[in-house]
């Protein structure tokens, strides 16, 4: 059983459009999280999200929007997609959102952006 | 703000050598500290966790981490590498009693020859 899950592994999309990435946990966990990993492959928080409440929310531009139906899901939608958008997107979720819990990471989703 | 220096980028080992990796965190109290793994195409994984007690943290696949208070560091070792321990590797700091949000360094990429 995948803890958490992402769709897609790859997109790969023109300049301006609209996509979304889906990411679902199984862990019964409260907090899911979003990260972006870029081409250097550095890695920093995008949002949290605890039990569907917004609760980091990092310097990104607006045209990301994440939206978490419920705590086992939570989505990203990104609008008007740049050039400077390609680069792998992490899911992950805890307990409790505690930095003293274990953060679960999904597989990725490679996003280019041509 | 706290952050994270991982000094060496690259770092090539033979198989069943021991292996150090770098970490420097920059934080004015205790921080939470964490080392991850990313195997190619996969996502992150957890290695281990210094939160408080015994500075000598062990973790999982054989791998070990100290922090030293005095030298801000929190170094990643194992006494004998397998090929399978080639991955990308992530030093992360976490602010106590902040933003519950976890810093990451730039990752240093390990290639283990036979």
């Known amino acids: 059983d995948t803890a958490v899950s992402q769709t897609p592994k790859y997109l790969v999309t023109q300049m301006g459009n609209d996509k979304s990435i889906k990411c679902e946990q199984n862990l019964g966990h409260d907090t899911m999280y979003w990260y972006k990993q870029d081409s250097k492959k550095f890695l920093k928080i995008m949002f949290s999200?605890?039990?569907?409440?917004?609760?980091i929310n990092e310097t990104v531009p607006n045209r990301f929007s994440p939206k978490s139906p419920d705590k086992a899901h939570l989505n990203l939608h990104i609008n008007s997609l740049e050039l400077g958008d390609s680069a792998v997107y992490f899911c992950a979720s805890s307990q409790r959102g505690s930095l003293a819990d274990t953060q679960y990471f999904g597989p990725g989703t490679r996003l280019t952006v041509l | 703000a706290q952050s994270v220096t991982q000094p060496d980028i690259h770092i090539t080992v033979s198989e069943g050598a021991s292996l150090e990796l770098r970490c420097n965190y920059s934080?004015?109290?205790?921080?939470?500290l964490f080392w991850y793994v990313q195997s190619p195409g996969q996502g992150l994984q957890l290695l281990l966790k210094?939160?408080?007690?015994?500075?000598l943290v062990q973790g999982i696949k054989g791998f070990e981490a100290e922090f030293k208070r005095s030298q801000s560091s929190f170094n990643l070792r194992k006494p004998s590498v397998h090929w399978s321990d080639a991955a990308e590797y992530f030093c992360?700091?976490?602010?106590?009693?902040?933003?519950?949000?976890?810093?990451f360094g730039k990752g240093t990429k390990l290639t283990v020859n036979p």
């Open positions: 992360a700091v976490g602010a106590q009693g902040g933003s519950e949000k976890l810093v």
């Open positions: 934080y004015g109290a205790t921080p939470y």
């Open positions: 999200y605890n039990n569907k409440e917004l609760i």
């Open positions: 210094y939160f408080s007690g015994d500075t």
